[in-house]
């Protein structure tokens, strides 16, 4: 089991930034892959971005070209760097770990066994 904690979120305008980071540790080795994942009440769960062990990354299009995910291997910590905040990326970002057999599913729900407990992010 993975045991994952993160920090960062908090309030910020629109057009800002903010830097959301999740610790894991655990038995890290038993995963492939990590993602961060947003919701807000009412409303499903959506994947946002999501990295394999070899950095390869997969984007949501809502957030190609403003969001980038990286990785620490080495002290174990997942990023996220939101620039460019919109409103409507107001939600509960939760990290997740797991092991995945494909790219393409980077951003599956299903593909993940361990999850954070989640870190707010309010744009106004």
């Known amino acids: 089991h993975v045991q994952l904690v993160e920090s960062g979120g908090g309030s910020v305008q629109a057009g800002g930034s903010l830097l959301l980071s999740c610790a894991a540790s655990g038995n890290t080795y038993s995963t492939n892959c990590m993602a961060w994942f947003r919701q807000v009440p009412g409303k499903e769960r959506e994947g946002v971005a999501g990295i394999d062990r070899y950095g390869v990354t997969k984007y949501a299009d809502f957030v190609k070209g403003r969001f980038t995910i990286s990785q620490d291997p080495g002290e174990k910590i997942l990023y996220l760097q939101m620039d460019s905040l919109k409103p409507e990326d107001t939600a509960s970002y939760t990290c997740?770990?797991?092991?995945?057999?494909?790219?393409?599913?980077?951003?599956?729900?299903?593909?993940?066994?361990?999850w954070g407990q989640g870190t707010q992010v309010t744009v106004s």
């Open positions: 997740a770990a797991g092991f995945s057999m494909l790219v393409r599913w980077l951003l599956v729900a299903n593909e993940y066994t361990s």
